[in-house]
């Protein structure tokens, strides 16, 4: 009764402990602590181009937020095409500037406390970003007149110091002169109890090429059929090791045509299969 006791102490500090430091846990805690802290943090990811009524592509991102800016990044990357842009005489990556601000800011200043799932939806015409906000006015926020407020300051100043964000109102500036390179128009950003962010798109920027819907900036090397979504890639990642039971992360991320980092970031995800031994003479184990 005293052991239970004890346990049942240290186990309530340990939840009030992680109560209170919230913001370290939403950075860089592992998913289950995170959903015991917060279990309505989640961001959805959609492409919806070709099916209007559900959705080309879908990744449930529901861990911390490094690994989730890096995941919304690449989900970007995979369904936008990389325009060639001008700025002056210098060619930019309009696209991945664009990303990287409308996702930091949707990572770093929503309201965390709230039920509301916050959402990247891209479409043949806009990119739509809507997250929980603690909002600080009513309608379209001007650029001009425009005053920035911290939301999360703690999780803003990681985001800074790890290169993820800038300072303190940069990203609309920002948001607003590679919006205008990459789609000939400006952002909207609609402040209220949940914010929103719609970057216009150009036809062009969501087009795909080749048979299989292969975007224009992947290599022609990668295979027409790869796995859409995170589900899919998983039972591509098992199929592989069925076939060999020695495959190297970077001859399955070739295959899948995704990043090696998102290989080892969905590995994480499959309980059933493990790597055992080191280096080359190891193997994968898959307990089915």
Do not use: C
């Amino acid at each position: 009764m005293k052991e239970t006791s004890i346990s049942q102490i240290i186990l309530n500090l340990f939840i009030s402990y992680m109560h209170e430091n919230k913001e370290a846990i939403l950075l860089f805690g592992k998913d289950n602590s995170i959903m015991s802290v917060l279990p309505q943090h989640k961001t959805d990811a959609i492409f919806r181009v070709e099916n209007k009524d559900r959705y080309d592509d879908r990744d449930v991102v529901i861990t911390n937020l490094i690994d989730s800016y890096d995941r919304l990044i690449e989900f970007g990357q995979k369904h936008l095409n990389d325009l060639f842009v001008l700025d002056g005489i210098v060619n930019v990556n309009a696209r991945d500037r664009i990303l990287r601000e409308i996702v930091s800011n949707t990572l770093a200043h929503r309201d965390y406390s709230s039920g509301y799932p916050a959402k990247m939806i891209i479409d043949d015409e806009k990119i739509t970003v809507e997250n929980s906000n603690l909002a600080h006015g009513i309608g379209a926020l001007d650029l001009q007149k425009f005053e920035p407020f911290p939301k999360n300051p703690a999780i803003s100043k990681v985001f800074r110091e790890i290169g993820l964000a800038d300072e303190l109102g940069s990203g609309m500036r920002n948001t607003y002169k590679y919006t205008q390179l990459y789609s000939g128009q400006n952002p909207l950003f609609e402040e209220g109890d949940i914010f929103r962010t719609i970057i216009p798109l150009k036809k062009i920027a969501t087009q795909k090429v080749g048979g299989g819907n292969v975007p224009h900036d992947v290599p022609h090397s990668v295979p027409h059929d790869v796995p859409q979504g995170r589900d899919e890639l998983i039972e591509f990642i098992k199929a592989q090791v069925r076939l060999n039971n020695k495959i190297t992360r970077q001859a399955i991320a070739e295959g899948a045509g995704v990043s090696v980092k998102t290989i080892q970031r969905t590995l994480k995800e499959i309980d059933n299969l493990k790597y055992v031994g080191s280096g080359n003479s190891g193997h994968w184990e898959l307990n089915e």
